[in-house]
């Protein structure tokens, strides 16, 4: 079975420039999470889909990032513009459904540095 | 707000060391709790979960964890590491019936042969 795909996986920037991270779920997981992953913190939930509709964005900061999955499947976290303090590990996972007792599955991540 | 704290933010053991990481939560409510481990390299993966039930969890890997609701703990144990479980190690949280987890920060374990 494939697991979660992010890409790219490294990305450098300038402050104030944007940047678009992809991820594919597992085939068939409906829910959809990314996470921000500072250095020396856990990982920090930003944004959850159940199919194609947000379910908790609480903690994504909205003036700055965005992230859309269209069709229920890929989707894509923008930051735009960057901040120095973006610069952390993004991952992205996957669960049959939202409910606990479904296993999240992770991606590699994706590591962005803002200069 | 749920908070999860880990205090060893770093272990180095021996092989065939005794280890034990602490894991603290802080929430009212019911809550499932997670051990997840990230080996170099490697994507972040589940060690083993507590939904309800013996509070003497066993996972992967000869792991075991032991919740105790009196003390908000939710500890993972191995009674003998090896080489190959240096990693990094994170205890998370989450509501029952929600998926939304809080992670703690980790502790990175180092095994030395």
């Known amino acids: 079975e494939a697991g979660v795909a992010q890409s790219p996986r490294y990305k450098i920037i300038e402050k104030r420039q944007s940047v678009a991270f992809w991820c594919n779920p597992i085939?068939?997981?409906?829910?959809l999470y990314w996470y921000q992953q500072i250095l020396g913190q856990g990982p920090k939930l930003l944004i959850q889909?159940?199919?194609?509709?947000?379910?908790?964005d609480s903690q994504l900061p909205k003036d700055r990032f965005s992230a859309e999955r269209l069709k229920g499947v890929d989707s894509t976290l923008k930051i735009q513009p960057a901040k120095l303090e973006d610069s952390a590990v993004y991952l992205c996972?996957?669960?049959?459904?939202?409910?606990?007792?479904?296993?999240?599955?992770f991606g590699p991540g994706t590591r962005l540095t803002v200069t | 707000a749920q908070s999860v704290s880990q205090h060893n933010h770093h272990v180095i053991l021996s092989e065939a060391a005794s280890l034990e990481l602490g894991c603290n939560y802080s929430?009212?409510?019911?809550?499932?709790l997670f051990w997840y481990v990230q080996y170099p390299g490697q994507h972040l993966q589940l060690l083993l979960k507590?939904?309800?039930?013996?509070?003497l969890v066993k996972g992967i890997k000869g792991f075991e964890a032991e919740f105790i609701k009196s003390k908000f703990s939710f500890n993972l144990r191995k009674p003998s590491v090896q080489w190959s479980d240096t990693a990094e190690y994170f205890c998370?949280?989450?509501?029952?019936?929600?998926?939304?987890?809080?992670f703690g920060t980790g502790t990175r374990l180092l095994v030395s042969p």
């Open positions: 085939s068939g997981h409906a829910t």
């Open positions: 889909f159940q199919n194609n509709g947000v379910v908790d």
């Open positions: 929430y009212g409510g019911t809550v499932n």
């Open positions: 996972a996957s669960s049959i459904g939202t409910v606990s007792s479904y296993e999240q599955y």
């Open positions: 507590y939904f309800s039930g013996d509070p």
């Open positions: 998370a949280v989450a509501n029952t019936g929600f998926q939304k987890l809080v």
